[in-house]
Nanobody, 123 residues
Framework: QEQPVESGGGSVQAGGSLTLSCAVS????????MGWFRQSPGKEREEVAT?????????WMADSVKGRFTISQDDAQNTVDLQMNSLKPEDTAMYYC???????????????WGQGTQVTVSS
């Protein structure tokens, strides 16, 4: 079964940076709807950032990460990256890539989710 493959997680000190990368098949990429999501133990999954890859348009950015994170795409590689700067301990979570995005009025989820990559930020 097709699924996104995340990479780039790790441990970093507060204030540091990490870039997560998500590789998907052309079939999944053609959905034109990709995003990054995260979940910490005991918390609900949170939408971090999503992008309409048909026009490289960011459709969602969580208030908690605005100004620090950005999402981007590479059409040649069928990848979607999450650049994370000025990381805080509260950013510690499992980060998931998925073919899910905000469409302006509702969420669209095509059901393709990766296994996740752990990000740990120490103070």
């Amino acid at each position: 079964q097709e699924q996104p493959v995340e990479s780039g997680g790790g441990s970093v000190q507060a204030g540091g940076s990490l870039t997560l990368s998500c590789a998907v098949s052309a079939s999944i990429y053609s959905r034109k709807c990709m995003g990054w999501f995260r979940q910490s133990p005991g918390k609900e999954r949170e939408e971090v950032a999503t992008i309409d890859t048909s026009r490289a348009y960011i459709t969602w950015m969580a208030d908690s990460v605005k100004g620090r994170f950005t999402i981007s795409q590479d059409d040649a590689q069928n990848t979607v990256d999450l650049q994370m700067n000025s990381l805080k301990p509260e950013d510690t979570a499992m980060y998931y890539c998925a073919a899910k995005c905000w469409r302006g009025r509702s969420w669209t989820d095509f059901g393709y989710w990766g296994q996740g990559t752990q990000v740990t930020v120490s103070s």
